[in-house]
């Protein structure tokens, strides 16, 4: 207990607890630092993309474009809220992003990616998207887990062949 909390102890035991961290799902800080880099990049791609596709007369571009810029503007907020200090509800946008599990962040960065490929498919909106594509994929990737071990899997692969064969010698026995 800090010097206040003992002067005070009937206010400590009133304070809320800091909310829990959410588990990590296995993540190493490296392949976190990975996805949020790659979400920024992705954001910068779908930006600068997304201006390239609105100069244009044509209705769809325009709304692709649009949306790859919403896109970057999402990506930013949830990956670098430090990019967005002058939004008042961006911390709190992205501490709750990162209280999303990881297949989560994948299902929405990869479908807020598809969404303007699908309204204009041009190469603009294929190579804007495909970094924000691979920010998604990235996290879904994390959310498989680790890899298992080359002693469990010959472990495994063992005792599915032990049983295999007793099924077959069972079978061979019960025609015979």
């Not at 244009?56 to 670098?80: Q, S």
């Amino acid at each position: 207990m800090s010097s206040q909390d003992e002067q005070f102890p009937a206010a400590a035991a009133a304070a809320p607890e800091p909310a829990a961290a959410p588990a990590d799902e296995g993540m190493t800080w490296w392949y976190r630092w990975l996805c949020r880099i790659a979400g920024v990049i992705g954001g910068m791609s779908c930006a600068f993309a997304g201006l390239w596709n609105c100069v244009t007369i044509n209705p769809l571009n325009i709304a692709a474009g649009v949306w790859m810029m919403l896109n970057a503007f999402v990506l930013f907020l949830c990956e670098a809220p430090f990019c967005c200090q002058f939004i008042e509800f961006a911390n709190a946008v992205a501490a709750r992003a990162d209280r999303l599990r990881a297949w989560q962040k994948a299902a929405f960065y990869c479908g807020m990616a598809v969404f303007p490929v699908m309204l204009s498919l041009t190469l603009t909106t294929l190579f804007g998207n495909a970094i924000a594509f691979a920010t998604g994929v990235l996290y879904g990737l994390s959310a498989l887990g680790k890899k298992g071990d080359a002693i469990a899997y010959a472990r495994i692969h063992q005792q599915q062949k032990q049983m295999d064969e007793e099924k077959l010698t069972g079978t061979l026995e019960g025609q015979a």
